[in-house]
Nanobody, 126 residues
Framework: QVQLVESGGGSVQTGGSLRLSCVAS????????MGWFRQAPGKQREGVAS???????IYADSVKGRFTISRDNAKNTLLLQMNSLKPEDTAMYYC????????????????????WGQGTQVTVSP
């Protein structure tokens, strides 16, 4: 049974940093593309960043240069380092997985993923 468990959310001020983690279990983690998504109240869920099994990445324009996605296949862990946080980054953050080697530009499309975590809340105050 595939399980994804996020952690690392919290409350920070504008300009602060947070590092989100997603620990995966129940499947061969290294064979799955992974992604981070977020959903703010009253808004649709949006793709933040995605990483293919070869380590190549794609980012939403809104987070480029501020967020970094990475994966540690030995620890079955997906990370999202978030720097220079802004109030508009406030949202519930979810990690997601799909068994494929490459998503490319589709990595930010939530409908490409079939496994999801429960989310971790990130709040950025002005």
């Amino acid at each position: 049974q595939v399980q994804l468990v996020e952690s690392g959310g919290g409350s920070v001020q504008t300009g602060g940093s947070l590092r989100l983690s997603c620990v995966a279990s129940g499947y061969s983690y290294s064979s799955y593309c992974m992604g981070w998504f977020r959903q703010a109240p009253g808004k649709q869920r949006e793709g933040v960043a995605s990483i293919n099994i070869d380590g190549t990445t794609i980012y939403a324009d809104s987070v480029k240069g501020r967020f970094t996605i990475s994966r540690d296949n030995a620890k079955n862990t997906l990370l999202l380092q978030m720097n220079s946080l802004k109030p508009e980054d406030t949202a519930m953050y979810y990690c997601a997985a799909v068994r494929t080697s490459w998503l490319g530009d589709s990595g930010l499309d939530e409908y490409k993923y079939n496994y999801w975590g429960q989310g971790t809340q990130v709040t950025v105050s002005p």
